[in-house]
């Protein structure tokens, strides 16, 4: 089984940053595409960024120039640079792994517990 855990969450006033991370860990064979989801309360989680393994990046338009998503291969970390936060941008925060446990296995998509992020003055 593949663990992912977030952290750097937490509350941040309008128009400041934060950096999340979140680390796999477990059997892994290898990690296809990561990426972070949000889900803010009465609404339905939606995709924030997503990277693939080879350094591929696309990004919601609602955090494009703002969010940068980033990956560090050989510590199966991806990480998530928010600048420029909006009160809007409050919601937990999740991440996820398209990854294999073995070398045949099939491709398996992995959830972390989620960080909280809220924007607030």
């Known amino acids: 089984q593949v663990q992912l855990v977030e952290s750097g969450g937490g509350l941040v006033q309008p128009g400041g940053s934060l950096r999340l991370s979140c680390a796999a860990s477990g059997r892994i064979f290898s990690i296809n595409a990561m990426g972070w989801y949000r889900q803010a309360p009465g609404k339905q989680r939606e995709v924030v960024a997503r990277i693939t393994s080879a350094g591929s990046t696309n990004y919601a338009d609602s955090v494009k120039g703002r969010f940068t998503i980033s990956r560090d291969n050989a510590k199966n970390t991806v990480y998530l640079r928010m600048n420029s936060l909006k009160p809007e941008d409050t919601a937990v925060y999740y991440c996820?792994?398209?990854?294999?446990?073995?070398?045949?296995?099939?491709?398996?998509?992995?959830w972390g517990q989620g960080t909280q992020v809220t924007v607030s003055s």
């Open positions: 996820n792994a398209e990854a294999k446990i073995y070398y045949n296995s099939d491709l398996q998509i992995y």
